[in-house]
């Protein structure tokens, strides 16, 4: 087979290795995982492994759903509440590299609060995410995320919202904006939100979230603009932004160039890769392992 | 101009490709090649709605020896919104006069009086190889006779047509200024009326009309805004192989995350050869 053994654009192999990269926003059939719960999301994932391999991920994070309502697809919350050892499926067949945090339905709320005790208390799951679209979104400044932050920083548990800014207006009335998560975040202090796709109109997101310090900037989910990481490096700091890959619907070119196309300090590059996202699940991997 | 980029093959490229492995693509059979990577896609000048980390040309160039890329067609940025067009495109082709790897390729408005005038200028004394359109930026649509009428010109005059399906994300632009990808449905009847005609089509996401679009001879494609992990793979597999051509979209889009979605697409040496070069020699040597 003659294949190209190239590195275009890439760091060597030993450079990325040494960043130690976790990816936050890993989004195999993020909306579906098939309707025996699992098929069509397995598939994803192994048609990434090779891209996975190409850019020395360490590990990545899914969202999976869990039965309370956020698909469309009622056969299928059915099958997930009835067989949860489904939503397992992927972390137990590759341990080492996935992380998981379920997806939450706030409209939803005892669905989710019970969520929260069974997934993250007492199963293997790190936190929550919070959609912007389908029947699970909705917006984070309504009253019912007070009872589900409260729960979630009880059990150390790591928030990632969708957030964007959308020229035109929302796609649905679900949808958050980084000025609606800067309002919660500001409501909870001491816990940690990953604002997801900084907005994707990022000049507008930074900004809206640039001055509540417990908001961290997620990086992926609109096309590699030139200028984001600059902005988010001077406006929030490398302490406050991660990587996401939005794997396999984006791509390792778009996702990964954004951070090692830029200049910045090879600090300030293992922080947004790794260490940041790391930090923030710190606390929720000692309760676990302890 | 082609002996200027063989120049730079061996003299620039080298070096670099050293730097980022790209050696490594060519077996021994492959070696006397010039290793060559074209980048099809890039504007001069500042993007009128934010500066760019690489939108002075000498910061641009800089950067693209870094990656290896070897040639790159240049459009401008200010050929979006300015009504100057004659003064756009010859400030383009000044600059470009000043970095061998350049290529300039004018822009051309047919919503202006006596746009083919521009045409003109473009072809014979600034000696452009192609224009670049803006339909949406310009308002009009493929389905316009003006639209007709200049790609039988351009065909007339040899030169081939880069349509900007889209610049930024609908999404994301700015709220007094918004307008619709290009509609590129017209394309396919058009291109069978004028046989010769080349048209690349810059920054397009395939959607439903790909199929359409990459059993038309005489269209060509960009890698700039292709995506999902394996989406390049995709579209040669989908009947544009030897039409897909790379382009980064820079500076707009960071011009690493083009070479990395080619890394990351495992294509086989012919595969890549074609993509990084080879096509953008067909479109041009046609």
């Known amino acids: ?290 | 101009m082609m002996d200027r980029r063989e120049l730079l093959s061996t003299a620039v490229t080298l070096g670099a490709a050293s730097m980022i492995g790209l050696e490594s693509v060519f077996s021994k059979e492959q070696a006397e090649l010039p290793a060559k990577i074209v980048d099809t896609n890039i504007s001069l000048f500042q993007w009128p709605f934010r500066r760019l980390p690489l939108d002075e040309s000498a910061t641009l160039v800089k950067k693209f020896r870094t990656l290896g890329i070897t040639e790159a067609w240049a459009g401008s940025f200010e050929g979006i919104l300015h009504r100057d067009i004659a003064g756009v495109n010859q400030r383009l082709a000044k600059t470009c006069e000043l970095y061998p790897e350049l290529v300039p390729i004018g822009s051309v408005n047919p919503e202006l009086p006596d746009w083919e005038d521009d045409l003109r200028r473009c072809v014979e004394q600034h000696k452009m190889p192609g224009i670049r359109l803006h339909p949406n930026y310009h308002g009009y649509t493929l389905a316009d006779p003006k639209f007709d009428q200049l790609l039988k010109l351009a065909t007339k005059a040899q030169v081939f047509v880069q349509i900007a399906a889209i610049l930024e994300d609908t999404r994301t632009q700015h709220p007094m200024l918004q307008v619709p990808d290009v509609d590129l449905s017209p394309l396919p009847d058009l291109m069978r009326k004028n046989a010769r005609a080349k048209v690349q089509i810059l920054n397009y996401r395939p959607n439903q009309l790909f199929g359409k679009l990459a059993k038309t001879p005489g269209i060509f494609f960009d890698t700039s805004r292709v995506e999902s992990t394996d989406g390049i793979a995709k579209l040669l597999k989908g009947g544009a192989g030897n039409r897909l051509m790379f382009g980064t979209h820079a500076p707009f889009l960071i011009p690493e995350s083009a070479l990395i979605h080619t890394f990351e697409s495992d294509l086989d040496a012919t595969e890549l050869r074609s993509l990084l070069w080879k096509n953008a020699e067909r479109i041009q040597n046609s």
């Open chain 1, 1 to 290: 087979m003659n294949r190209a053994a190239t590195q275009f654009g890439l760091p060597k192999p030993e450079t990325l290795k040494r960043y130690r990269i976790w990816d936050s926003y890993f989004t195999p059939s993020h909306s579906h995982p098939g309707s025996d719960g699992s098929s069509r999301l397995i598939a994803d994932i192994e048609r990434t492994l090779p891209t996975i391999e190409k850019g020395h991920f360490e590990k990545l994070c899914y969202f999976p759903h869990v039965g309370i309502g956020t698909t469309n697809d009622a056969e299928l919350e059915k099958t997930l509440r009835s067989r949860p050892e489904i939503i397992l499926k992927p972390l137990h067949r590759w341990p080492k590299l996935l992380l998981g945090m379920i997806q939450l339905n706030a409209n939803n709320l005892n669905g989710s609060l019970d969520a929260l005790d069974r997934w993250l208390r007492d199963g293997p799951m790190l936190g929550v995410y919070f959609p912007g679209g389908g029947p699970g979104a909705m917006t984070c400044t309504h009253k019912n995320f007070n009872p589900l932050v409260e729960r979630i920083a009880k059990y150390k548990g790591v928030i990632v919202q969708h957030t964007w800014y959308k020229t035109g207006g929302k796609q649905g009335p679900g949808e958050s904006t980084p000025a609606e998560l800067a309002e919660l975040a500001a409501r909870f202090p001491n816990q940690k939100f990953i604002c997801a796709h900084a907005g994707g109109e990022w000049e507008r997101g930074i900004r809206a979230v640039q001055n509540v310090s417990n908001i961290l900037i997620e990086t992926s989910g609109f096309d590699a603009t030139a200028g984001f990481i600059e902005m988010g490096l001077r406006e929030v700091g490398a302490e406050r932004i991660v990587f996401g890959s939005h794997l396999p619907s984006r791509s390792l070119g778009t996702e990964l160039g954004k951070i090692v196309g830029v200049e910045m300090t090879e600090r300030e590059r293992r922080l947004v890769l790794g260490e940041n996202f790391r930090k923030l699940l710190n606390q929720i991997l000692q309760k676990k392992d302890s």
